[in-house]
């Protein structure tokens, strides 16, 4: 018997994820909001992961569980969970996070009731490898302005983790984006488009619980991005050819004729840009001068 769509859909891709898998179920089936379907795309696990996932699956109806016969690469296999929703909203979430159970719930509230906004997210609380409580990401990015060149502007001057990529989104607005798209910062790509098409509203309440250790994907990626590394997010990618940062500010400027339909608007987001390559060049040639 085929269920009714829910208004959302969580995706989970995972990876040999044995570790914290149950306790981020459990996270997930126990919201408040229980009108989701959740979406796991195992990608050819070697551990446990398979094992938890279908045990979890066989006594919960809202699970639909997909095992990808080899690994696709970390990328892809985040669009594939995107790919498999046909809800209204989606809200993807890591195998080693964890939420507050109103966390859906609150996000879904926001979205409802303001059509400009794209994305709600919460504030984050910083967990280690044992779910200790040790601090919170404290990074304010004011992403609510009504004009996309204001927006984009804050979002490339802010250092953080993407955390509303952890958020419930619109899944139109999603699918209008490049998504993973398997190359060099797709994933600050993707906030970008998604700033450019609407609002990201941020809930007060720390509701997001993300977890920072050594081996986290999430840690290993800000601290550096090397060839093996970016092989793993996409391993079909020619990652030689796109390891610049001048291929992900040329996404930047693709995606604004594309997204943003006002030619004014779009000649302020082009000023932004430019004004953002130029602080970041200035603050590039001080560092330098001060090495030498």
Known sequence: ????????????????????????????????????????????????????????????PRICYHRNEKNIGATQNWYRVFDLSASEYFAPVAHDD????????????????????????????VIDENGNFVGNFEVEVDTTSPSPHERLYRVLTTDYLCIQLYGVMRSNALRATRVYAGYYGCDKNTLF???????????????????????????????????????FLDPGTNWDDRFSAVSVYRNYFLSVPRLVPSRAERLRCYVQLQRVMLDKSVKRTRRLLRHN
Do not use: W
Not at 112 to 120: E, F, I, L
């Open 193 to 231: 488009e998604l700033c450019l098409l609407g609002k990201m509203q941020e809930l007060p309440e720390y509701l997001f619980y993300h977890r920072l250790y050594p081996n986290a994907l999430g840690a290993a990626m800000n601290s550096g991005r090397s060839l093996e590394e970016l092989l």
């Open 98 to 125: 964890s939420y507050d159970p109103e966390y859906m719930r609150k996000c879904l509230e926001v979205l409802a009731g303001d059509p400009s906004v794209v994305v709600c997210y919460s504030k984050t609380k």
């Open 1 to 60: 018997m085929n269920l009714p769509t829910p208004p959302l859909s969580i995706g989970l891709p995972v990876f040999n994820g044995e570790k914290y898998l149950e306790a981020l179920l459990d996270s997930v089936l126990g919201q408040t909001y229980s009108d989701f379907n959740l979406i796991i795309s195992d990608n050819a696990s070697t551990d446990r992961t398979q094992e938890i996932c279908r045990s979890y699956a066989a006594q919960e």
